[in-house]
T-cell receptor, first 113, second 116 residues
Framework: GNSVTQMEGPVTLSEEAFLTINCTYT??????LFWYVQYPGEGLQLLLK?????DKGSNKGFEATYRKETTSFHLEKGSVQVSDSAVYFC????????????FGSGTRLLVRP | EAGVVQSPRYKIIEKKQPVAFWCNPI?????LYWYLQNLGQGPELLIR????????DSQLPKDRFSAERLKGVDSTLKIQPAELGDSAVYLC??????????????FGEGSRLTVL
């Protein structure tokens, strides 16, 4: 079946550290890939996306590259801030008739000053 | 622009009681979704509406869950009777027509249900 696997959290970093959150997927077709973020007390919001192999999505200093050969979409940021503390969800959608967004279990990031 | 509005934010009930959640999507968004998020898990789709029509309700436990979207705007999700395992966060999301298949959804803050 179709699924998304994320590294377990929490990930705890000091401010200005480099961030990587791993995400791999299994899909029967050719998915589009997403990272959603949930800040404390807020709803999920789209952070970035990529729709085809080798595409790089980027937003707010975060980047992720669609790697078809490794079925991965790892999230990276060069220098995290305290305000980046949140739960990050990797997700995929297949362009079949269901258009169902499938989420990973989420990774909590804690950034300390 | 107002976002997706959900109410109540928190609800505590005893098992076997009914409960209802309400969602008002972003104005002009034709597609509305209800997702279930268990603790420590990602959201899972319960039902998707295109205007008034439920186009995907395959994951909705129809023995106790029901949903409606009268007039194609706001929506209500009901559980009757609630069970202990229904304790979770119920998320509502919306997207403009044709955008849902791009995966770009706008989520509300969720309704957290605790069943005692």
């Amino acid at each position: 079946g179709n699924s998304v696997t994320q590294m377990e959290g929490p990930v705890t970093l000091s401010e200005e550290a480099f961030l990587t959150i791993n995400c791999t997927y299994t899909a029967t077709g050719y998915p589009s890939l997403f990272w959603y973020v949930q800040y404390p007390g807020e709803g999920l919001q789209l952070l970035l996306k990529a729709t085809k192999a080798d595409d790089k999505g980027s937003n707010k200093g975060f980047e992720a590259t669609y790697r078809k050969e490794t079925t991965s979409f790892h999230l990276e940021k060069g220098s995290v801030q305290v305000s980046d503390s949140a739960v990050y969800f990797c997700a995929l959608i297949l362009m079949d008739s269901s258009y169902k967004l499938i989420f990973g279990s989420g990774t909590r990031l804690l950034v300390r000053p | 622009e107002a976002g997706v509005v959900q109410s109540p934010r928190y609800k505590i009930i005893e098992k076997k009681q009914p409960v209802a959640f309400w969602c008002n999507p972003i104005s002009g968004h034709n597609t509305l979704y209800w997702y279930l998020q268990n603790l420590g898990q990602g959201p899972e789709l319960l039902i998707r509406y295109e205007n008034e029509e439920a186009v995907d309700d395959s994951q909705l436990p129809k023995d106790r869950f029901s949903a409606e979207r009268l007039k194609g705007v706001d929506s209500t999700l009901k559980i009757q009777p609630a069970e202990l395992g229904d304790s979770a966060v119920y998320l509502c999301a919306s997207s403009p027509e044709g955008a849902g298949n791009t995966g770009e959804l706008f989520f509300g803050e969720g309704s957290r249900l605790t069943v005692l």
